[in-house]
């Protein structure tokens, strides 16, 4: 009995005929058995979703299906932003148990506290050794529940995505099943297969790295005993000319997710927007709650550095992970042509380095994965799950 998978990406509008045959060969080609699968859709799909997803269902002959609206989609080499389709992987686990939990909409449960979110999670959650996540950004609190689930399950990776919309402002929709859900669903994996995850921030390092020496919320007030916004200044100035030119608008602050490093590369930050600063007070505003001691470094994101870490995190992934069957791609809309300006980089890097196999993802409005063993929301990168035997 073996692992195995399948995929499909269909660029078109809804037709029940496409659809049917889609399934159909899907089917054929994994052997007839699947444990369960994943479909991400373009929102113009919503007026005929729930007969999309049935018919997915019944001629696939899914168990188990989740999914949501994403604002392009991703296959096996391929990358079609902002285009009229689906995307669709089947998984056959033979050995996996699978977990399925539903992630309520904000109202629908407040009290985020590790007890709350085990019960939640129910029974067979704590078996489970990683989960894939698709939420609606605008519907639960992405981060407190983040905070909750990581105390509930310390250490077990969470990867996927926030739904997004169309190119007309369509409204973001998650589905489990055939039913439209408010808040998210978490699929859970134990036993069977290897779930491989990495989450490439597309940056890196510049200048020295700082410790944080005084911090208020989300300001940073002074770094090596130095204001921080003096700190800034003297790593801006001292870039190299091409740098510099890339600096504007793609300058970020790294957060060491270890304090025991000798010394820090690409890989070892939670990369947080870079909000603001203000020379006369000397401090930074930053998208995260940092703390003192932590070290801090200023980071640049541009096509090069995105493609030299992506190279660099797939390539570590070889080593325990050399050939995956399956993988699900959650991409940054901000990604793609935006950033590197050619189609298909992601889903092409993935397959020159792993070989090509079974793949689906979409782009998010937002990507979840773990960095420093913690798993946290983030813009501009691309988070991978890779199946592997």
């Known amino acids: 009995m073996f692992n195995r998978a399948v995929s499909r990406l269909v660029v078109g509008p809804f037709s029940e005929r496409v659809?049917?045959?889609?399934?159909?060969?899907?089917?054929?080609?994994?052997?007839?058995?699947?444990?369960?699968?994943?479909?991400?859709?373009?929102?113009?799909?919503?007026?005929?979703?729930?007969?999309?997803?049935?018919?997915?269902?019944?001629?696939?002959?899914?168990?188990?299906?989740?999914?949501?609206?994403?604002?392009?989609?991703?296959?096996?080499?391929?990358?079609?932003?902002?285009?009229?389709?689906?995307?669709?992987?089947?998984?056959?686990?033979?050995?996996?148990?699978?977990?399925?939990?539903?992630?309520?909409?904000?109202?629908?449960?407040?009290?985020?506290?590790?007890?709350?979110?085990?019960?939640?999670?129910?029974?067979?959650?704590?078996?489970?050794?990683?989960?894939?996540?698709?939420?609606?950004?605008?519907?639960?609190?992405?981060?407190?529940?983040?905070?909750?689930?990581?105390?509930?399950?310390?250490?077990?990776?969470?990867?996927?995505?926030?739904?997004?919309?169309?190119?007309?402002?369509?409204?973001?929709?998650?589905?489990?099943?055939?039913?439209?859900?408010?808040?998210?669903?978490?699929?859970?994996?134990?036993?069977?297969?290897?779930?491989?995850?990495?989450?490439?921030?597309?940056?890196?390092?510049?200048?020295?790295?700082?410790?944080?020496?005084?911090?208020?919320?989300?300001?940073?007030?002074?770094?090596?005993?130095?204001?921080?916004?003096e700190a800034l200044d003297t790593t801006f100035g001292a870039l190299p000319p091409k740098d510099k030119a890339l600096a504007q608008g793609n300058l970020f602050v790294g957060l060491a997710m270890s304090e025991y490093l000798e010394e820090f590369k690409t890989g070892d930050f939670l990369i947080r927007n870079l909000i603001g600063g203000d020379p006369q007070a000397g401090v930074l505003a930053v998208g995260a709650l940092p703390r003192v001691g932590q070290t801090l470094q200023f980071q640049l994101r541009d096509r090069t550095s995105a493609d030299t870490e992506m190279r660099h995190l797939l390539s570590d992934v070889k080593s325990d992970c050399p050939h995956p069957f399956a993988s699900l791609v959650f991409s940054c809309a901000g990604r793609g042509r935006h950033l590197f300006g050619e189609r298909h980089h992601d889903a092409r890097v993935l397959a020159e380095m792993l070989g090509e196999h079974a793949s689906a993802g979409f782009f998010c409005n937002g990507e979840i994965g773990p960095v420093g063993g913690h798993n946290f929301i983030h813009g501009y990168s691309a988070a991978l799950a890779l199946f592997c035997d």
């Open 19 to 229: 659809v049917t045959e889609a399934a159909h060969a899907a089917l054929a080609e994994i052997g007839g058995k699947v444990t369960c699968g994943f479909v991400f859709v373009s929102a113009d799909y919503a007026p005929d979703l729930r007969d999309f997803l049935e018919l997915v269902q019944l001629h696939a002959r899914i168990p188990l299906l989740a999914g949501c609206s994403g604002a392009g989609l991703l296959g096996t080499g391929r990358e079609e932003e902002q285009a009229i389709g689906f995307s669709l992987l089947l998984l056959y686990l033979p050995e996996t148990q699978i977990h399925a939990v539903r992630l309520p909409a904000v109202g629908e449960n407040d009290e985020l506290t590790p007890e709350t979110v085990r019960a939640l999670a129910g029974r067979g959650s704590k078996d489970c050794e990683a989960w894939v996540v698709v939420a609606n950004p605008f519907t639960l609190a992405v981060e407190p529940w983040l905070d909750a689930w990581h105390l509930s399950f310390p250490g077990v990776p969470a990867v996927g995505g926030l739904a997004s919309g169309g190119r007309r402002g369509d409204t973001a929709f998650v589905f489990h099943d055939r039913e439209l859900i408010e808040g998210g669903v978490a699929i859970g994996f134990a036993g069977g297969v290897k779930v491989r995850t990495l989450v490439s921030q597309g940056c890196r390092p510049v200048g020295e790295p700082f410790t944080i020496t005084g911090a208020e919320g989300h300001l940073v007030t002074s770094l090596g005993s130095r204001p921080a916004f």
